[in-house]
T-cell receptor, first 113, second 113 residues
Framework: DSGVTQTPKHLITATGQRVTLRCSPR?????VYWYQQSLDQGLQFLIH???????AKGNILERFSAQQFPDLHSELNLSSLELGDSALYFC????????????FGPGTRLTVL | GNSVTQMEGPVTLSEEAFLTINCTYT??????LFWYVQYPGEGLQLLLK?????DKGSNKGFEATYRKETTSFHLEKGSVQVSDSAVYFC????????????FGKGTKLTVNP
């Protein structure tokens, strides 16, 4: 158990809908990262938050957004969903200054029908 | 940009065989290097890491050495077990301020009894 929790575990929805994925980092970790894992693209970095502030963005679509709250949990919002958004979404957390050792949650599997 | 290339799988071995999974990287600066493992239906677990040239990371019988001269971080294990069957990802930490992870495409390992 990495100490990172993600909910829900599975999500099935329809095209055009909006969903929210939730992540709670390990106790004390200030950084939260979101990654997307798909068969064709592999593991892709989406976005990084540090202590409530956006630190970096990867190939994140404009339809996707995220935030980190004062209690350090993070949410990834996906809107106007398309079939191609079906993937595993992982959250990871890390402590500052530990060679960026990231601890991953179990993931949320999103299926868009 | 930074990138990681790892050998294409799948790799199928018999129990007690020697394992090598090749990984090379392209990066500016001196990134930290990682091997993550993903067991079926689970999230990613950090297997080992190395933070500077000539460092050797090791864990659970797996080893990898950070070779700056060949920009490589090959994963090895002397005697694999059925329980090692999983997907292995090589990754580097981007030094561009975010320290996001850049992953290779993954190598699926199957170990037969």
């Amino acid at each position: 158990d990495s100490g990172v929790t993600q909910t829900p575990k599975h999500l099935i929805t329809a095209t055009g809908q909006r969903v929210t994925l939730r992540c709670s980092p390990r106790s004390g970790d200030l950084s939260v990262y979101w990654y997307q894992q798909s068969l064709d693209q592999g593991l892709q970095f989406l976005i990084h938050y540090y202590n409530g502030e956006e630190r970096a963005k990867g190939n994140i679509l404009e339809r996707f957004s995220a935030q980190q709250f004062p209690d350090l949990h993070s949410e990834l919002n996906l809107s106007s969903l398309e079939l191609g958004d079906s993937a595993l979404y992982f959250c990871a957390s890390s402590a500052q200054g530990v060679a960026n050792e990231q601890f991953f949650g179990p993931g949320t599997r999103l299926t868009v029908l | 940009g930074n990138s990681v290339t790892q050998m294409e799988g799948p790799v199928t071995l018999s129990e007690e065989a020697f394992l090598t999974i090749n990984c090379t990287y392209t990066a500016t600066g001196y990134p930290s290097l990682f091997w993550y493992v993903q067991y079926p239906g689970e999230g990613l677990q950090l297997l080992l890491k190395a933070t500077k040239a000539d460092d050797k990371g090791s864990n659970k019988g797996f080893e990898a050495t950070y070779r700056k001269e060949t920009t490589s971080f090959h994963l090895e294990k002397g005697s694999v077990q059925v329980s090692d069957s999983a997907v292995y990802f090589c990754a580097l930490s981007d030094q561009g301020g975010s320290e996001k992870l850049v992953f290779g495409k993954g190598t699926k390992l199957t170990v037969n009894p």
